[in-house]
T-cell receptor, first 113, second 114 residues
Framework: TQLLEQSPQFLSIQEGENLTVYCNSS?????LQWYRQEPGEGPVLLVT?????EVKKLKRLTFQFGDARKDSSLHITAAQPGDTGLYLC?????????????FGTGTKLQVIP | DTGVSQNPRHKITKRGQNVTFRCDPI?????LYWYRQTLGQGPEFLTY????????KSRLLSDRFSAERPKGSFSTLEIQRTEQGDSAMYLC????????????FGEGSRLTVL
């Protein structure tokens, strides 16, 4: 059973379009991270959200943590080809899960010039 | 470069051979993790060290897999008698002791078992 489900699994859009990626769980997370991974490389940390309802912005990327800390979303405005990659949500479970970080199923994004 | 370093980056081996991967974490980090990732999927947890102590292992880690971190610095992941199903990217990550879930990954070691 996958603890973190991401949707959509694949997304192919034109440059300049907006998109939202969702990360859902039935479990509560003490924090949640978003990573971007390019082919043949390790994931790179984008952001951490900690408080229920928290919103963080990173240039054209907006991250939100659900009020109950069970879900999160990533919104990209005016997508660029450089946004292409595999987007992963991840987090340590509550309670007692600080040692193990669980990753989502991933969303593969392709932005076409 | 003070990031997480993994080698080799690529390893091609024949079924039944043993392979070993090395990870050098960020020097200030006490925690070290190994994950396995197959194509297009999210990383799956394998094991975790705090300093030299291996504190948690996944059920994915069969008896053919062993990981060590002898002096609390670098770590090795060995796979004995490799099988084709072991083909994957093996990722190492490290983090601070005051852990909030943030992991800093190396570039990974890709294993292909023929």
């Amino acid at each position: 059973t996958q603890l973190l489900e991401q949707s959509p699994q694949f997304l192919s859009i034109q440059e300049g379009e907006n998109l939202t990626v969702y990360c859902n769980s039935s479990s509560v997370f003490s924090s949640l991270q978003w990573y971007r991974q390019e082919p043949g490389e390790g994931p790179v940390l984008l952001v951490t959200v900690v408080t229920g309802g928290e919103v963080k912005k990173l240039k054209r990327l907006t991250f939100q943590f659900g009020d109950a800390r069970k879900d999160s979303s990533l919104h990209i405005t005016a997508a660029q080809p450089g946004d292409t990659g595999l987007y992963l949500c991840a987090g340590p479970l509550v309670p007692g899960g600080y040692q193990k970080v669980t990753f989502g199923t991933g969303t593969k994004l392709q932005v076409i010039p | 470069d003070t990031g997480v370093s993994q080698n080799p980056r690529h390893k091609i081996t024949k079924r039944g051979q043993n392979v070993t991967f090395r990870c050098d974490p960020i020097s200030e980090h006490n925690r070290l993790y190994w994950y396995r990732q197959t194509l297009g999927q999210g990383p799956e947890f394998l094991t975790y060290f705090q300093n030299e102590a291996q504190l948690e292992k996944s059920r994915l880690l069969s008896d053919r897999f062993s990981a060590e971190r002898p002096k609390g610095s670098f770590s090795t992941l060995e796979i004995q008698r490799t099988e084709q199903g072991d083909s994957a990217m093996y990722l190492c990550a490290s983090s601070w002791d005051t852990f909030n879930g943030e992991l800093f990954f190396g570039e990974g070691s890709r294993l292909t078992v023929l």
